[in-house]
């Protein structure tokens, strides 16, 4: 019987390999009852193109909510956090969380030092020092947003202001990577170049007050 019912769930999702909903399977006859052989009975509905692209849109919808969530926690660690630094940490854990992967490093070009501020999860600082050199040392790092060979999912980090560096996501695994989450990552890589531009501007701003209080 064990068996029976084993077979009988992995025949209910083949209507789903041809797009249908899963199916209704019920054994009309069984060799533990003592029939010659056991016999199961599928039935399946027809899903119509509306019903298809209505359930599409419900998932997208659902998933655009989750991600909008997420995006705003990020928002708000932006605003209320202590330094630069902080905001970058916060920003590649919540990467990790939108599109999973095994390691993530954001690298910096250093603008007040020859060395890039290289920020990580999943990796030892080492490793994830010598992978930020390799991007940026790379004169093109990316193509597409996906480098395969080397498992990377690579998006720059970039603003209206400057260009900062590269966030990438690890993962060896092939062909591991969706068209789709680039636009998710694209996502943190401007909060990533909000962070330094947020503190460009208030260290251009701090001056302000003392020369309108001089020329007063």
């Known amino acids: 019987p064990e068996y029976c019912a084993l077979v009988s769930g992995l025949i209910a999702m083949t209507p789903m390999l041809f797009g249908f909903r899963a199916g ?4 009309t006859q069984c060799e533990c009852n003592g ?18 692209r209505a359930e599409y849109f419900e998932k997208r919808a659902e998933l655009l909510q989750a991600r909008l969530e997420a995006t705003q926690g990020t928002v708000n660690d932006l605003v209320s956090a202590d330094s630069v630094e902080a905001v970058l ?9 939108a599109v999973p992967a095994p390691a993530y490093v954001l690298v910096l070009s250093g603008h007040s030092s020859p060395d890039p501020d290289v920020y990580a999860a999943g990796l030892d600082h080492h490793t994830a020092v010598q992978i930020g050199h390799d991007i940026l040392d790379a004169s093109e790092p990316t193509k597409n947003g996906l480098d395969l060979a080397a498992g990377r999912l690579i998006v720059p980090v970039v603003s209206a202001r400057a260009s900062y560096g590269y966030l990438c996501a690890i ?4 062909e591991r990577f969706f ?14 170049a909000a962070a330094p531009d947020s503190a460009s501007a208030l260290a251009e ?8 209080r001089v020329l007063l």
Request: charged share 25%; proline share 9%; net charge negative.
């Open 179 to 192: 068209s789709q989450e680039i636009e998710v990552l694209d996502a943190y890589a401007s909060m990533a």
């Open 205 to 212: 701003a701090r001056p302000a007050p003392t020369a309108a």
């Open 171 to 174: 993962d060896p695994a092939p």
């Open 35 to 52: 029939a010659a052989q056991c016999s199961l009975q599928v039935r399946w509905k027809p899903v119509t193109d509306i019903t298809r």
């Open 24 to 27: 209704d399977v019920v054994e």
């Open 89 to 97: 940490r916060r920003i590649v854990t919540e990467a990790a969380r």
